[in-house]
């Protein structure tokens, strides 16, 4: 899904002729915090609410302010991962999206990006979410996905994330397949895979009575 796909045409932009009173309807009426502000098609920056507090004078318009986030924008091809980066790195509601002459051509509004990300189909569809703790150093996506899917399963999607404070550890999310990934679970953890949590697991008690009779067989030899 690239960032054109995104654009949320509803919210308006707002020129640096117009007055903040408008700036402040704009931003109730659409219920966001922030508005980009463009001249003669091109994306100067974000109107924040915040600036109306920052200042001691009394300014009439929108061009009176010294607008946030200049660069925060994409080109319309790029993928909404960049948009998310881009959100979170200037921790804002809103990225503008620029066609290939760099001129304004609209929105993306995370929430929106949000939605569309929640109806995907490796979110909609039943299964289980995994969540691994792996040295960064032993992380290999294809090694994991041959130890489930040697169980019978299949990995719907993944997501890696840094854990604070532990540089040399991440985060492996999965969605898998099924609610019943009981053996899969069992197989991580005889490669010595952490697994965190686990997440719609059709019957608990099932990981509880597979490490069990793997501990018996053991403790038997």
Not at 94 to 119: H, M, N, P, Q, W
Request: glycine residues 4%.
């Amino acid at each position: 899904m690239r960032a054109k796909d995104l654009i949320n045409y509803t919210i308006p932009p707002l020129k640096l002729t117009d007055d903040v009173d408008k700036a402040i309807s704009w931003m109730q009426e659409f219920h966001v915090h922030e508005l980009p502000v463009i001249h003669e098609g091109k994306y100067l920056g974000l109107f924040n609410e915040n600036l109306i507090f920052d200042v001691l004078e009394n300014p009439q318009q929108v061009g009176d302010f010294h607008l946030v986030s200049s660069h925060l924008f994409v080109h319309q091809d790029e993928h909404y991962y960049e948009v998310l980066k881009k959100s979170y790195e200037a921790s804002s509601s809103l990225v503008a999206v620029l066609d290939s002459t760099d001129s304004y051509i609209g929105c993306v509004a995370i929430r929106d990006v949000v939605e569309a990300f929640s109806k995907m189909s490796s979110i909609n569809s039943p299964g289980t979410i995994l969540v691994l703790t792996i040295p960064v150093i032993d992380y290999s996506l294809t090694e994991i996905s041959r130890i489930i899917e040697s169980e019978g399963g299949k990995i719907l999607s993944s997501f890696t994330e840094n854990i604070e404070g532990h540089a040399l550890s991440i985060l492996l999310t999965l969605k898998l397949n099924s609610n019943n990934v009981s053996s899969a679970i069992s197989s991580l953890e005889r490669y010595g895979y952490k697994i965190t949590s686990v997440f719609g697991q059709e019957n608990d008690s099932n990981i509880d009575k597979e490490r069990l009779d793997t501990l018996m067989k053991y403790l038997s030899v």
